[in-house]
């Protein structure tokens, strides 16, 4: 009777841990297929880290780096992620009611996603960022890989808000928040805006803006050399460069609507619809001789 009893609480057991939720967790730069990472911030005095008027938001955008980096060049493709409800609205609204409706147009955001899975190799250090420059400036390998300082980051904020319960969650930080919580100083002194000012572009823009979207990527084994940069987007005019309205688009409104779009291509019209313009056109050169006597 006992050893029933002993079999009836384990397979019991054994069932309640099945139906358990999984503890989530967002994927970042040690898994080599980080996740798209949404990240908010206000800092409402002259320094980002004093004055009890800073808060920073982390949103899991729930899709991996390799997947990201499939929709470039896919014309017309779009991703809306809307942050004011399920498990991102308790962390959007905190920070939005922080900020008040009066400062909105000074709250910034970027999306990134990291891979630190082999620094000393070529293509080892994979990061994507917003970027508002149609042409990426100066950036060496030796400073891509240093974007790996944003690991912590990502670790310090996994077990804060709905990530831990939620398969893409949200969290918030102020400055005397756990370290490296907060975005404005990771690793105790530098803001995620500029990656740690690993890079001279700040890819934090106020809402409203849309901001270009690049890959960088460590080109060689020298540290001295240039690393790729390649912006997301679609050849529109097919001159091999991706220019002016051929940039894919982060957006973020003041009303908590996430957006990428990369650009459309206009249809080209069926056979059919070629055939009835052309028979058009006929008719009307027709009419036209007609009027004219010819």
Do not use: C
């Not at 967790?25 to 297929?33: E, K, P």
């Not at 909105?104 to 990291?114: G, I």
């Amino acid at each position: 009777m006992k050893m029933n009893f002993k079999i009836k609480a384990l397979a019991l057991a054994a069932i309640m841990a099945a139906s358990a939720p999984a503890i989530a967790a967002i994927d970042g730069g040690a898994t080599g297929n980080g996740e798209l990472l949404l990240n908010v911030r206000y800092y409402g005095g002259t320094s980002a880290t004093t004055g009890g008027d800073d808060i920073s938001g982390l949103f899991d955008l729930g899709m991996a780096m390799n997947d990201m980096l499939a929709t470039n060049g896919q014309a017309g493709f779009s991703q809306t992620w809307d942050l004011t409800g399920g498990a991102y609205g308790a962390s959007w609204n905190q920070l939005m009611s922080f900020v008040t409706p009066a400062n909105a147009h000074l709250v910034e955001f970027n999306v990134v996603a990291l891979d630190n899975t082999d620094l000393s190799a070529a293509g080892g250090a994979r990061y994507l960022t917003t970027g508002n420059k149609d042409a990426w400036p100066s950036q060496g390998n030796t400073n891509v890989k240093l974007f790996s300082m944003m690991e912590p980051y990502i670790n310090a904020n996994n077990g804060r808000g709905t990530h831990a319960t939620d398969a893409n969650g949200a969290s918030v930080a102020t400055p005397t928040d756990p370290s490296n919580t907060f975005f404005g100083a990771i690793n105790g002194f530098g803001q995620g805006d500029t990656w740690l000012t690993k890079t001279t572009v700040d890819t934090t823009q106020p809402l409203g803006t849309e901001q270009n979207f690049w890959f960088l990527t460590t080109s060689s084994t020298s540290n001295l050399a240039q690393a790729t940069k390649t912006p997301f987007g679609f050849d529109l005019n097919q001159d091999g460069s991706i220019s002016g309205d051929e940039f894919s688009k982060f957006k973020l409104s003041e009303n908590g609507i996430l957006t990428f779009t990369n650009p459309s291509v206009s249809p080209i019209p069926e056979a059919d619809t070629w055939a009835m313009l052309l028979a058009g056109l006929g008719m009307l050169g027709m009419m036209v001789r007609r009027r004219a006597g010819v």
